[in-house]
């Protein structure tokens, strides 16, 4: 019979054994593991990286190739011959028109580039289409080419600007009274104006979602609703961004001013529906006397005419 004491130093030295066993194990699955991620992640890095520029080239669109390029070429010479006051009117309307992307000036001035250069191409064109109706139409074609041409940018972009603040001035009533209701309820201005936001769509809830984020990342509110007054220039944002100023200056109730602006606003709005009920003879009587009263005229005195020249 063995003694108990080799016994049990044996058995410790197979527990051992195993034990390192086990760790050497462990040891290398894990180093094996990290490897064999390392290299996937080399494999996935050496996917995406390109081999030189021409390679970085080639794996862009034609667009990218293409249109980048010259639109930035064009954006050059728009920025280059043009005023400084221009170029930083072109801006303020862009933010007017509801573009905030910092390339859209670019873009406009490059199409504006592309027009003018286009501009004695296209009077040339239409000189030489017209030549065979000659006289002033062979002058007047070619100089409303060029006028097209000079104008047509800007004027879209002034047409923009007019809709979108058209667009804000008819929703802003609504928007106030909305802002009433949540304020008089209990919210704060910065709740009432989420709250309204997140029930209202179009260009003036996105201004005021655009100032609520601004007043969350650490604006002021007078600072945020000032941003409002600068890319929407009406006198209407002008006056609501004054009065809440003046609440934030002198401790006057939130609520008193957003009343006070809404009922302004609906009287306003009121107002403008009278003006325009009061234009509308007016503009009536243009097709009336050119397009109404003519075949009027021809089918009472027609018959008349008829006979009385039968009867001499």
Not at 33 to 42: F, N, P, T
Not at 91 to 110: E, I, K, Q
Not at 251 to 279: C, D, F, N, P
């Amino acid at each position: 019979m063995r003694d108990p004491a080799a016994l049990q130093g044996y058995l410790i030295a197979i527990v051992a054994a195993v034990s390192l066993a086990g760790l050497v194990a462990a040891v290398g699955l894990v180093a094996t593991d990290r490897a064999s991620m390392r290299a996937k992640l080399r494999e996935i890095d050496e996917l995406y990286t390109l081999v030189d520029i021409r390679d970085q080239e080639l794996m862009l669109t034609a667009k990218d190739r293409l249109a980048e390029p010259a639109l930035r070429l064009l954006a050059k010479l728009g920025r280059r011959f043009s005023p400084a006051d221009y170029v930083a009117q072109v801006r303020v309307n862009m933010r007017r028109a509801g573009r905030l992307d910092p390339s859209a000036a670019d873009r406009f001035l490059a199409l504006r580039s592309l027009t003018l250069l286009a501009a004695p191409v296209v009077a040339i064109v239409l000189y030489s289409a017209t030549a065979s109706i000659g006289g002033i139409v062979r002058l007047a074609a070619p100089g409303l080419g060029l006028l097209a041409c000079v104008l047509l940018p800007s004027m879209r972009l002034s047409r923009a600007v007019e809709d979108r603040e058209r667009r804000i001035l008819r929703q802003m009533p609504d928007l106030l009274d909305l802002l009433v209701i949540c304020v008089e309820a209990g919210l704060g201005f910065s709740a009432a104006v989420s709250r309204t936001v997140a029930n209202l769509e179009g260009e003036l809830a996105d201004e005021f979602t655009l100032a609520l984020g601004e007043m969350r990342a650490g604006a002021s509110r007078s600072e945020a609703l000032g941003g409002i007054a600068e890319r929407v220039h009406l006198p209407e944002i002008r006056s609501f961004v004054v009065a809440m100023r003046q609440a934030d200056q002198f401790g006057i109730s939130v609520s008193t001013v957003l009343r006070s602006q809404a009922e302004e606003m609906r009287i306003r709005r009121q107002q403008a529906a009278q003006e325009k009920a009061q234009k509308a003879p007016v503009k009536m009587l243009i097709p009336m006397v050119f397009c109404i009263f003519p075949p009027l005229f021809l089918i009472v005195i027609g018959p008349a005419g008829i006979q009385l020249s039968g009867s001499l």
